[in-house]
T-cell receptor
């Protein structure tokens, strides 16, 4: 099955700085890569996703990049704000059948 | 729609007791997933159903765990007997169908086994 690894497990940045979270996957057939944000005590929610036919996708301050050859993808958050503090999960899926999640990154944005 | 509804929100039990977690998916959603979240391993897929039928239960840790979906609006995850290492947050999620992109998560059940 698919194995998704996520780094770092914790990340602390100053407000206004950028944050980057990286994930690798093992199954070259995976073709869909979503990112979920989980605020403290709340449910995970989808924030951005990317399909394998695209190398980069951006939505305001967040962007995701995908390198199919190297089998890794990253989440980039620019101009971080305190409300970005949360746990972020990457995931990989083949044809949307099953979603394999990374172990999560706890992001702390210091004001 | 109220979203995916899970109960209870918190469960504290003693080792050896039976635990039943409940989930009501979003009306009209045909696929339902059970995940377990721990600090060490993040979100692990335990089992998922499509049209009330279990499709893949390879993530169920051992025979102490079982899941059912008797109808389109209700699913249970049962642990019998429970052990301290089962302590985790258990999430249920649903999607409109197997090929859907977005998982809609419930609020989770925080399980503590003493």
């Amino acid at each position: 099955g698919e194995n998704v690894e996520q780094h770092p497990s914790t990340l602390s940045v100053q407000e206004g700085d950028s944050a980057v979270i990286k994930c690798t996957y093992s199954d070259s057939a995976s073709n869909y890569f979503p990112w979920y944000k989980q605020e403290l005590g709340k449910r995970p929610q989808l924030i951005i996703d990317i399909r394998s036919n695209v190398g980069e996708k951006k939505d305001q301050r967040i962007a995701v990049t995908l390198n199919k050859t190297a089998k890794h993808f990253s989440l980039h958050i620019t101009e971080t704000q305190p409300e970005d503090s949360a746990v972020y999960f990457c995931a990989a899926s083949k044809n949307f059948n099953k979603f394999y999640f990374g172990s999560g990154t706890k992001l702390n944005v210091k004001p | 729609d109220a979203g995916v509804i899970q109960s209870p929100r918190h469960e504290v039990t003693e080792m050896g007791q039976e635990v039943t977690l409940r989930c009501k998916p979003i009306s009209g959603h045909n696929s339902l997933f059970w995940y377990r979240q721990t600090m060490m391993r993040g979100l692990e897929l335990l089992i998922y159903f499509n049209n009330n039928v279990p499709i893949d239960d390879s993530g169920m840790p051992e025979d102490r765990f079982s899941a059912k979906m008797p109808n389109a609006s209700f699913s249970t995850l049962k642990i019998q007997p429970s052990e301290p290492r089962d302590s985790a947050v258990y999430f249920c999620a649903s999607t409109p169908g197997l090929k859907s992109e977005k998982l809609f998560f419930g609020s989770g059940t925080q399980l503590s086994v003493l």
